[in-house]
């Protein structure tokens, strides 16, 4: 958050724009998000078995979140276009929620951050989980999908501490 806590995407009159980043300068940035997806233990278990009709479910939602977090700009109004260097989608199987967890790390040498393209990764990937295997559990959740830590820019380093709400 800015240090004066106010919206750096609206005008003083309330009009929206992309905001300025050409005098910023370039550094190294990374952010990482995640969310999960919960499910019966019988979607899980044909997931990990590989026995869903529409194949690799984890691979496709991989690709789908790298591709989604390369697509960022094109989906959220007003989030600047970025030439990524990495983005690494990773999804965790959790038999306890029972579900997956799924976390992306996004990398950029650039004049603003890559937190949404973090998001987004994570929530493509856990809709195409969903996507992929509702033809077998409808009932399937998704969420919370939240920012985990943030590095690079102006503002530094920020990390999610134990027991932030949503947390768990």
């Not at 789908?64 to 276009?81: D, E, F, R, V």
């Not at 260097?85 to 790390?105: M, W």
């Not at 987004?120 to 830590?149: H, N, Q, W």
Request: charged residues 25%; proline residues 3%; negative net charge.
């Amino acid at each position: 958050m800015n240090d004066d806590r106010s919206l750096t995407h609206i005008g003083s009159r309330g009009e929206a724009h992309m905001v300025d980043v050409g005098s910023k300068a370039a550094s190294e940035r990374v952010a990482t998000a995640e969310g999960w997806i919960r499910m019966q233990s019988e979607t899980l278990s044909t997931i990990e078995h590989g026995d869903a009709k529409k194949g690799d479910v984890v691979g496709t939602a991989r690709i789908a979140g790298i591709m989604a977090a390369k697509q960022t700009s094109n989906l959220i109004p007003l989030c600047h276009p970025l030439l990524l260097s990495k983005v690494v989608v990773d999804i965790v199987s959790e038999p306890e929620l029972p579900g997956f967890r799924v976390e992306a790390t996004v990398e950029v040498n650039g004049r603003t951050g890559v937190e949404m393209e973090a998001l987004t990764a994570v929530s493509v990937a856990c809709l195409t989980l969903y996507d992929m295997a509702k033809a077998i559990d409808r009932g399937m959740e998704i969420g919370p999908v939240r920012l985990v830590s943030k590095s690079g820019g102006r503002s530094g380093t920020w990390t999610r501490r134990i027991g932030e709400a949503n947390d768990q």
